[in-house]
């Protein structure tokens, strides 16, 4: 079993920024993959940003630009730098860890950003 905590979500205003960190209680090296979700209230969750194993990046078009997907293999913590937000882009920002044969997530961090 695997803990995902993630922290740095909070109340900012538009074109703010903040720093959320996802971090694991087990080794991600063999990690295939790590992942930012996020919901908004009556939406469903919708991928963010992704990160392999090998560095491989991919984002949502809506955060393309703004948002940096990153991992420190050594602290076993994947981050999300998130610039020049918007209101739309509150919600419930959710960690996604995929190991082989095993997927974890973490509980979720507010993140509302006032117009």
């Known amino acids: 079993q695997v803990q995902l905590v993630e922290s740095g979500g909070g109340l900012v205003q538009a074109g703010g920024s903040l720093r959320l960190s996802c971090a694991a209680s087990?080794?991600?090296?063999?990690?295939?993959?790590m992942g930012w979700y996020r919901q908004a209230p009556g939406n469903q969750r919708e991928l963010v940003a992704v990160i392999t194993s090998g560095g491989i990046t991919n984002y949502a078009d809506s955060v393309k630009g703004r948002f940096t997907i990153s991992k420190d293999s050594v602290k076993n913590t994947m981050y999300l730098q998130m610039n020049s937000l918007k209101p739309e882009d509150t919600a419930v920002y959710y960690c996604n860890a995929h190991y082989p044969f095993s997927d974890y997530w973490g509980q979720g961090t507010q993140v509302t950003v006032s117009s």
């Open positions: 087990r080794s991600i090296f063999r990690i295939n993959s």
